[in-house]
């Protein structure tokens, strides 16, 4: 069930209240006992996961690709045995 915001236009009190999509009831205020009226809000948006910031879409680089690392790069070729 989604919330819904509320406010009292008598005393601007403000309440969240928890409705089915098709209700029409409107609730009273706690303090003033007048009608409240529904209002918009933001929703609010959580993004988890890759993909969703800049940073997070750029391609990697060549070495993590190929799956060889800096040390197995710049180790020295070994001496042939004498």
Do not use: L, W
Request: proline share 12%.
């Amino acid at each position: 069930m989604p919330t819904y915001h509320f406010r009292c236009d008598g005393c601007e009190k403000q309440i969240d209240q928890k409705m089915s999509f098709g209700s029409t009831e409107v609730p009273k205020c706690e303090a003033c006992k007048a009608p409240m009226k529904k209002f918009i809000v933001a929703p609010h948006v959580h993004f988890k996961g890759d993909g969703f910031y800049k940073n997070d879409a750029k391609p990697k680089p060549a070495a993590e690709k190929s799956g060889t690392t800096d040390t197995q790069k710049k180790s020295p070729p070994s001496s042939p045995a004498p």
